[in-house]
């Protein structure tokens, strides 16, 4: 009831989004009024994170959407709306202020052994960011994402690496490639991959043969799928979220704030779809355009 008001598309204006923030805000302070209180600030390290970002799609009453402006797309996606998430840090050797040093949440497990002095028995996937929280950095050749799933926000099946400010998302399905300059692009709104092939087979292998170190799972097909099944009444709907987008811009914009192909941008972009008919006829094609 604080936060009453009318939820805007686009914006964070939902009541419910907001006393969410609050509460977990004030958990988060009873949590370090509690070390102080029993003296154990200057031996603790707090640290706040998430496993993805922010839900940037509708899924329920109670779950609202959210915006994750500048970044692209949220939960489910491999863009960096869906993988780029807060990192806040507190405790001994921890020098305040922010670091532009990309890391991921497989640093958490090696960062934690070593601010207990503990040695692990295998070698951990992930890095110790002691040196990154006492203000320098990490060795690292690059960051690597697997993702095997149909997400339930709308994402589809792949991998993505991110070597400097380059990354490479690579789509399990088709093989679709999209390279972006994270530094000149946030939003991951220019596609490169057509500019730069030689950087695109570069971040490929790279991220092949991370796969293969790691032995990671891949899919396999499904054999009782049916893509876009025709209805009872003999109609097929060819829903933009179950488009194959080709070429460099045009992509599919997931809800609250879309629901469409968008960034059509090139005459050479085009989307195709697979369907199956079960009845056979004449039909009418209906288009439903912007």
């Known amino acids: 009831a604080k936060y009453q008001g009318t939820p805007t598309g ?8 907001a006393a969410m923030v ?21 031996k603790t390290l707090v640290i706040f994170t998430s496993d993805n970002g922010g839900l940037a799609t509708i899924e329920g009453p109670n779950t609202p959407a ?13 863009y960096d709306g869906g993988v780029r998430v807060p990192l806040v840090v507190r405790g001994p050797g921890v020098k305040p202020g ?16 070593a601010a207990c002095g503990v040695t692990a028995d295998v070698r951990p996937d992930g890095v110790n960011l002691g040196p990154v929280l006492a203000g320098g950095t ?5 960051l690597f994402w697997h993702y095997p799933h149909y997400s339930n926000q709308g994402g589809k099946p792949g991998g993505a690496v991110r070597a400097g400010t380059m990354k490479l998302i690579e789509f399990a399905e088709t093989g679709r490639r999209e390279l972006f300059d994270l530094k000149a692009d946030p939003s991951e709104s220019r596609n490169l991959a057509a500019d730069k092939p030689d950087v695109v087979a570069a971040l490929a292998k790279k991220l092949a043969d991370w796969r293969a170190a790691v032995g990671a799972q891949g899919m396999t097909p499904n054999p009782d799928y049916k893509p876009n099944p025709q209805a009872a009444d003999g109609t097929v ?3 933009a979220k179950t488009a194959d987008v080709h070429g460099v811009m045009l992509r599919y914009e ?11 941008t090139k005459a050479d972009d085009y989307a195709t779809w697979e369907f199956e008919l079960t009845t056979p006829g004449t039909f009418t094609v209906e288009v439903l355009q912007g």
């Open 10 to 17: 686009g914006k964070q204006s939902s009541p419910v989004y």
């Open 138 to 142: 990490v060795d690292r050749d690059a």
């Open 254 to 264: 997931p809800l609250p704030h879309k629901n469409t192909l968008g960034f059509w």
């Open 237 to 239: 709907t060819l829903h």
């Open 22 to 42: 609050e509460s977990a805000d004030a958990a988060v302070g009873r949590v370090l009024a509690a070390l102080d209180e029993h003296k154990l600030t200057e």
């Open 66 to 78: 959210t915006s994750n402006a500048p970044y692209r797309e949220g939960k489910g996606y491999l």
């Open 98 to 113: 922010t670091t532009g040093v990309p890391v991921t949440s497989q640093d958490v497990f090696p960062t934690v052994l």
